[in-house]
């Protein structure tokens, strides 16, 4: 098939592709990360580019007769047809993103795990022994599993050996190449201990893969095992991102189309690989140095990465095939790691409260807690955790992607360019913004959203059901296509040319979602007859709770109104329980016996949730007895206006 | 690059292969299988085929220069640069073959598995159990594998359940598909259930396939693990035939050649697959009920079937990378049956006693007698094994090819056209030969050599030397051009049109061939101090052994001197032992043993077997003593002249 040049600017980099090839597809394939909310369904509007040269044809655009003029068209409904010279304008760009990894401060990459251990003993998964076997004659030719394993149980008399086919097929050259002085590399897995790789004594090292596969981001730590040291950490968008921004639509993908399921177990795999690759390059090892992986992710990215069908998750009543994962080994799995590598998958509870919870309910250690403790994970989708070494008790309410940025007018991840704070002047209405990375802002993300909420209620702006008060709002108010919209920053300002805004209906949006965290709280806390204050210690983690302001998540009612002092912010806690795992093997029985031990209430049964969701639709909610601290408070009272 | 069309008569199937393929590689593609011993070098001179039409060029042509003129040549060294007709004498073809099954008689296929139980509970390696489960519901929502795994522990309450990652991806969609009613089947292996299969209930069956896997042929039983029934049984030619007849050309093949392991263990599995499809479909049930595989071979055909490296079992000290081989999946070994399906390899004893022998004798109960019992297999190696209940010692000898034609100047294997047996009129010296198939005869094959031998010997035409002995032999005796030569069959009588004869290089090789085995027998024996009539019965398996006329193989020394009442055919042991396991799980345990328990006698350490196997190259044995019967024969005496 004629084959075609894509070429991209500003980047300057080019893709070959097969005639008829979506632009989408090109820039992915050169490395580019569009924006695609849809799925490349074309109803997004996420992946506007500029086609500055050669022969395109577009199926379906539903841009305006102005833009296309100029050349402006989606990217996924644009097919090459010729050598193609496409401009990419900021927006459209999934930029260099913060994913978040085990701390915030990115600095701090490499350090003694033992903080990381929260004093459980240092156990790793796997661990080396020096061997010395002597070499085979005509009288002693034992094969060479047997020799090995002999050595094996004369060093370790109280362990049963195995050996799985690929480090099988590597035996023979290993031990010759080795001159029979080897270094054995055993994985410790259910009272056996398995031989992973055989390297000449006293070379290479012992190294463990741990790996948050979420949603939107995947996050990896590279883990020393011998030292017990994190010595690298990386991350990346989840390259499923192109089947669709929200699990939804992957599921669907993966269901409806024919290989699609295939397809996200792919991309899964592919950003894991570029991660992991990223890794040893970084720290200078070798992909097969690296002898076991453990990965912590929800249902359906635990489903997807292992290729099972999450077809039943999304369908009522919501069933996963397992909440158990097979430790599969790397090579079955895909991973550019040892071939023989283990690859623990983190267990779920069910189909809305996955590996992810489990991992970070290990590592808070909420199980072995005397106090109760809410445990608060914020994405696309909310998770909470409350309990203690009793009991645990687990939900999950769709909170959408407004925290992330979808769904919201002007919404995008916290990356490059993103208002992540915002401040108004209740007197004169006038807004200042911070954006990352200190460049135009292009966007808002979560944390500037819930700020600007929480900022525009304060100055009464906002009122308590989320309508704009023209007679406060000043001039930044005007009427758009679909109502009020206040701008946040006009287009002079900003890094696309247009003002940044915040519409009536993204108000509403933001309201349903943090509404919907709110409700999940209570239903907790009513099923099990039990009062906010009897919470000890709340718990926040996630990709979004790192730049969570707590007063402002209180004062929109997304949060309980419990003393700060109570709240605690624990990082990717994903990614920390499935570093603990590498260090310490005791916790995978824990956190086995977690998923096991967690009772799952599934929201969608009865009508508890939905009437909790109804009250808390407002800002912060319909009894205001629950927020006692905002009770004394002035409306559009004090605000601190930075520098006046 | 460039196609062409190379069609081979008299089939008239053709092959579309690119510029510069061989006719050897052509042919392959074409499903016609050449004769090829040394692996396409061009020097076993097997592969001779007639040029009609079209541009070939020949890089290394060794043939006459008459020949040359008619167009033969040999195709592994004739490459194709066009369209073009090749005609396929019938000596250099593989025609179908009697390869060896269960037993002799093809008529007898099916039948009960009685008589392969030998006496052992049934107890299949897989069955199935039907389950009705309650659909999940919004509050009973665990997931698919937990709910199957509870219904699974109410049933059998002591076992232990397990599935593995191709069968949890079907799983979902399984259990729907059934609407909850399912038949599971299990397969019971170390101690636990692992499920392979749920289908609705009552639909399907569960079936076992048997392999021996042999270097020239691959032999398969198709068996009903619910019936306790072997279904049907076929065979075929060792794809592998192509890098070489002889296991040390594969292992270099395999060592030497990027990539060859790979082909090697490829050609394997596309022998096995070619039989499985054809059992399958004879059968008419679907591949995915095959749920379980046994695989009995030598150590070398095990290692190559997983793809570990034979190098060094060919190199001394002669070490394999394993005795014990782990139990693979089909889907990772490559077998077209269920994917999850366990496939168990017979282990092995050493490089050379692999576990075609360890099946064998498991069959065989060997290691269960109270007599002394000699097993002994004679293929390309001679492996014999000797012992009792108490203690179990097997030693390998390398037999050559004689005896399946190989290096013998118009030998071949036992199938169409192959003479199988001769006699030879004292008086006359006159030849009369059975053949294979009633045809004209193009060669001859090993039992056929066997009477050759002793009848020659019998009639004064070969002295004890195996020398002939011009006086007595004849008008059928002529000088060729390596010595004497004798015509077994004239050229007007021949489907070759030339002259079949036995030369006298030809009668060396075969006293080498058998004098290998005898040394082989007489070392194991002086090894452990014992005397030939201490054995009490002897036991002949193997592709050769059911065409195999005792006496006379006692008569030219390949066989002890012991009472014809002490031998025992028993067939194609490697695949019956593997038919055993399928319906005995009992019985694996008892291979493994077996394999533990059976001690080697390494034939190349020390001069004992050299010292035997000098004083065997003789018609029959340099110490007439061993063989008393033959003692008061007058030479040239009573020979049985059919219809004389």
Not at 566 to 584: E, H, R
Request: proline residues 5%; glycine residues 10%; negative net charge.
């Amino acid at each position: 098939m004629q084959q075609y040049t894509v070429t991209f600017s500003p980047d300057n980099v080019r893709a070959t592709v097969p005639a008829g090839t979506s632009i989408l597809e090109a820039a992915s394939r050169a490395g580019i990360a569009l924006k695609s909310t849809c799925g490349g369904q074309g109803t997004c509007k996420r992946c506007i580019v500029q086609v500055k040269d050669g022969q395109v044809t577009c199926e379906r655009d539903p841009l305006p007769e102005t833009l296309r003029g100029e050349g402006y068209t989606l990217a996924c409904q644009t097919k090459v047809w010729g050598h193609v010279t496409v401009e990419i304008p900021p927006e459209a760009r999934l930029a260099k993103h913060r994913v978040l990894l085990q701390d915030e401060a990115p600095a701090s990459e490499a350090g003694a795990a033992e903080e990381l251990l929260g004093g459980r003993p240092f156990q790793p998964l796997c661990e080396a022994v020096n061997l010395q076997l002597d070499p085979p004659t005509l009288t002693e030719n034992a094969s060479d599993w047997h020799r090995l394993r002999g050595a094996l149980r004369r060093h370790r008399p109280e362990e049963y050996s195995t050996i799985g086919l690929p480090s099988l097929r590597e035996l023979a050259e290993s031990l010759r190449r080795a001159d029979w002085q080897v270094k054995v590399v055993l994985a410790q897995l259910k009272g056996a201990s398995e031989v992973i790789r055989v390297a000449p004594a006293d070379s290479g090292g012992v190294y463990g893969l741990a790996v948050d596969l979420g949603t939107t981001t995947v996050a990896a730590a590279l883990v020393d095992l011998a030292a017990g040291e994190v010595l690298g950490q990386a991350g990346t968008y989840n390259r499923q991102a192109r089947f669709g921004d929200d699990i939804i639509s992957r599921v669907i993908h993966a269901t409806g189309e024919e290989g699609g399921l295939e397809e996200l177990r792919e991309a899964a795999l592919a950003s894991i690989n570029e991660v992991a690759a990223e890794l040893v390059e970084k720290c200078g090892i070798a992909p097969e140095e690296v002898v076991v992986a453990t990965l912590a992710g929800n249902t359906t990215m635990s489903h997807l990465f292992l290729g099972l069908t999450p077809k039943y998750i999304r369908l009522q009543p919501y069933i996963p095939t397992t909440a158990e994962y097979p430790i599969v080994r790397a090579w079955e799995a895909g991973l550019n790691i040892h071939p023989a590598a283990p690859v623990l998958v983190f267990p779920s509870v069910a189909s809305y409260v996955g590996g992810d919870i489990v991992s970070g309910t290990l590592f808070t250690r909420l199980s072995e807690s005397d106090e109760l403790v809410l445990f608060v994970d914020i994405g696309t989708n909310g998770e909470m955790v409350l309990g203690n070494r009793e009991w645990l008790m687990a939900c999950a309410c769709s909170a959408g992607p407004a925290f992330e940025g979808g769904g919201i007018t002007c919404g995008m991840r916290a990356m490059q360019g993103a208002i992540e704070r915002v401040e108004v002047d209740p007197a004169t209405s006038e807004v200042r913004v911070k954006v990352i990375g200190n460049t135009k802002p292009v966007g808002i993300c979560g944390s500037g959203l819930i700020d600007a909420l929480a900022k525009l209620r304060r100055a009464g702006i906002l009122d308590r059901m989320g309508n704009f008060v023209p007679e406060r709002a000043g001039r930044r108010l005007r009427r758009g296509e679909d109502g009020y919209e206040f701008v946040l920053a006009w287009k002079e300002e900003s890094g696309t040319g247009k003002d940044i805004t915040l519409t009536e209906g993204d108000v509403k949006n933001l309201i349903r979602s943090k509404g919907a965290v709110f409700a999940g709280i209570q239903s907790l806390l009513k099923t099990l007859e039990l009062q906010l204050e009897a919470i000890d210690k709340i718990i926040i983690a996630g990709g979004f709770g790192n730049y969570l302001n707590i007063p402002n998540a209180i004062e929109i009612g997304l949060l309980p109104d419990l003393p700060p002092e109570k709240y605690q912010f624990a990082g990717n806690t994903s990614l920390k329980g499935a570093i603990q795992v590498l260090l310490c093997r005791q916790a995978w029985e824990e956190a086995l016996e977690i998923g096991r031990k967690m009772s799952y209430l599934e929201l969608s049964a009865g009508n508890l949730f939905m009437e909790e969701f109804v009250s808390a639709l407002f800002l912060p909610h319909t009894n205001l007895e629950l927020f006692p601290s905002l009770a004394g408070e002035r409306e559009g009272g004090s605000n601190h206006w930075p520098g006046a």
